[in-house]
């Protein structure tokens, strides 16, 4: 069985948030700049201080029988369990990936 490597892309609005909720990510928010973005297994989660929007980028592993819709539902269900983490919900989430092992990778001429 080929196993085959995915990067997800994953962006989502936050669901309406408390006061509560709200000063918890804003006391939070330098942890998850745009600067701290990585693509991990585990992923992270990026969003402003306005607080409309996330963004959670991860890595899928997968098998040539994995369809994209498998590995996007993953994702998605990853984003969706960080969200929760950071003790708020989402909503309207939007993926996209890139199966990194077709990626064609073209030298210069010298």
């Known amino acids: 069985m080929t196993r085959k490597t ?3 892309i994953v962006r989502g609005t936050f669901a309406p948030l408390d006061e509560e909720q709200r000063a918890a990510l804003l006391a939070e928010a330098d942890e998850h700049d745009v600067f701290g973005a990585r693509f991990t297994e ?3 989660v990026t969003y402003e201080r306005s607080l409309l929007t996330f ?5 899928v592993p997968a098998t040539d029988e994995d369809e994209e819709a498998v590995v996007i539902g993953r994702a998605e269900a990853l984003a969706a369990a960080a969200v929760r983490g ?3 919900d989402h909503r309207d989430l939007t993926s996209v990936s890139t199966d990194l092992d077709s ?3 073209r030298r210069r001429g010298r």
């Not at 963004?55 to 890595?59: E, K, P, S």
Request: proline share 0%.
């Open 55 to 59: 963004t959670f980028r991860c890595v």
């Open 86 to 88: 950071l003790g708020a």
């Open 103 to 105: 990626i064609k990778i």
């Open 42 to 44: 585990e992923g992270t």
């Open 6 to 8: 995915y990067q997800v």
